[in-house]
């Protein structure tokens, strides 16, 4: 079965600082790895997507990259802004459709 | 375009009672999917459709049943409601599980409290 997990579970920096967050998982056979942004109330919107074959991909302030060996993604924020504050939740793909989530890092950007 | 839609937003059910909750999509999407997120766990498959007419189980799929009668609604039953089953619960679609397609749309979620 495949675990996800995220360290930490909670994360606070002060506006301006890049952001390191963490996603491990145990089955390196994946299809795809996935990072999402939850904000409070809301539901989950789709932030990366990273095919197995690919290291790292880019959007805006964004970077995330993957080592299916080790079983490890990170997502970069870079200069991070108070708007920056959510929950953030990696999740795998397995060959079939389902994904397996990781319980988030909630992350508050100081002013 | 509304995207994705769960109605209600809020229920509270006693132990035993039985509710249904609608996901709608406007997207053309073939995929959809039921989650529930619970605190620390993250989110969990209970079922998944890959198309109209068609469900299947996740990894949770214990105490509810699902229905795809159109390929924009997907269903979601509590015959008799636990307090286990206290959650707030996600649809998502996709149009599909192939490269470039499998990005999932969320809904914004319906929070369900069992007494």
């Known amino acids: 079965k495949q675990e996800v997990t995220q360290i930490p579970a909670a994360l606070s920096v002060p506006e301006g600082e890049n952001l390191v967050l963490n996603c491990s998982f145990t089955?390196?056979?994946?299809?795809?790895l996935q990072w999402f942004r939850q904000d409070p109330g809301k539901g989950l919107t789709s932030l990366l997507l990273?095919?197995?074959?690919?290291r790292e991909q880019t959007s805006g302030r964004l970077n995330a990259s993957l080592d299916k060996s080790s079983g490890r993604s990170t997502l970069y924020i870079a200069a991070s802004q108070p708007g920056d504050s959510a929950t953030y939740l990696c999740a795998v793909r397995r060959s079939d459709y389902k994904l397996s989530f990781g319980a988030g890092t909630t992350v508050t950007v100081r002013a | 375009n509304a995207g994705v839609t769960q109605t209600p937003k809020f229920r509270v059910l006693k132990t035993g009672q039985s509710m249904t909750l609608l996901c709608a999509q406007d997207?053309?999407?073939?995929?959809m999917y039921w989650y529930r997120q619970d605190p620390g766990m993250g989110l969990r498959l209970i079922h998944y459709s890959v198309g109209e007419g068609t469900t299947a189980k996740g990894e949770v799929p214990d105490g509810y049943n699902v229905s795809r009668l159109k390929k924009q609604n997907f269903l979601l039953g509590l015959e008799s409601a636990a307090p286990s089953q206290t959650s707030v619960y996600f649809c998502a679609s996709s149009y599909g599980a192939a490269n470039g397609k499998e990005t999932q749309y969320f809904g914004p979620g319906t929070r369900l409290l069992v007494l």
């Open positions: 997207m053309n999407h073939e995929y």
């Open positions: 089955d390196s056979a994946i299809y795809n």
């Open positions: 990273i095919q197995s074959s690919q």
